[in-house]
């Protein structure tokens, strides 16, 4: 995996995420009743990411980070696929538990193929310039999905974003693993 075209993929994630998380309220207020449900939402995302970060540490070295990131992009793929489908809000619960087991498959790769490729006596400033391309994607996205909202349909966003997501899976298949 070489070190730009790992920026360009998580760019690409960055993207389809970004079209997708700012929005997200607006889908919960279309099923739900109360910001408290997005909360819970949200907080069964995160709670769920924080208990699978040790049983996806303890496999990432084995199963290595290209096919992970790979598990996450198709995963992600799919799996927004589902949400404009969602009418009850354990259906989003449900969802959110699953992004969850994505997210943090991501999140952990995403610092593994770092701590693989950046150079011990720059790391600051190769991972201050990872943050900078993948951040400005992610601006870029929201921004685009803001218009893409007002002439389309919230569900449209998740489909465009299952797109982006299928396409950073195929970049993925251009990256070669890391040699350790």
Known sequence: MNYKRFIYYQGTIGMASSMIFPF??????????????????????????????????????????????????????ILLLFFPLASEVWHVYMLQILMGVLGAVQKNSEKTVLARYVTKEIAGTQIGNYHVWTSVAAAIAVIATGYLVDFLTIASIFYIASLVFAWSGLQLWKLETAKT
């Not at 995302?45 to 049983?55: D, I, Q, R």
């Not at 096919?67 to 995963?75: D, K, N, P």
């Open 24 to 77: 997200y309220i607006l889908l919960i207020r279309n099923v739900g009743d109360s910001y408290a449900q997005f909360g819970w939402a949200y907080g069964l995302f995160a709670l769920t990411a924080a208990l699978c970060y040790p049983l996806i540490g303890k496999y990432a070295d084995r199963v290595g980070d290209k096919t992970l990131l790979s598990i996450y992009s198709w995963g992600m793929a």
